[in-house]
């Protein structure tokens, strides 16, 4: 089992920035092999991915936010970073963070996030 906490969500005005933070912790947490990835999912529509980051530091983005978003994470800590600069209204959203092992993949509570002047 590994257990997902996120944190940094809040309200910002568009253009500003916000770090999210997702710490794993539990005995599934302790496999050298892994994915961590942010996931989002705003009203009415369907989860999409963010941005991931293996163990190993590959990483990928979403087109929309290539430029914008920085992912990264601190093994040592389990604990993946998002950055997120310059947002948009239209990057309100629930971020949701996943840390997949060989075993299962496991899904934090969310964190909202809302971009509004």
């Known amino acids: 089992q590994v257990q997902l906490v996120e944190s940094g969500g809040g309200l910002v005005q568009p253009g500003g920035p916000l770090r999210l933070s997702c710490v794993a912790s539990?005995?599934?947490?302790?496999?050298?092999?892994?994915?961590m990835t942010w996931y989002r999912q705003a009203p009415e529509k369907e989860r999409e991915l963010v941005a991931g980051?293996?163990?190993?530091?590959?990483?990928n983005y979403a087109d929309s936010v290539k430029g914008r978003f920085t992912i990264s994470r601190d093994n040592a800590k389990n604990t993946v970073y998002l950055q997120m600069n310059s947002l948009k209204p239209e990057d309100t959203a629930v971020y949701y963070c996943?840390?997949?092992?060989?075993?299962?993949?496991?899904w934090g509570q969310g964190t909202q996030v809302t971009v509004s002047p």
């Open positions: 996943k840390y997949s092992n060989y075993i299962s993949d496991y």
């Open positions: 539990g005995p599934g947490s302790i496999y050298s092999i892994n994915v």
């Open positions: 980051i293996t163990s190993t530091g590959r990483i």
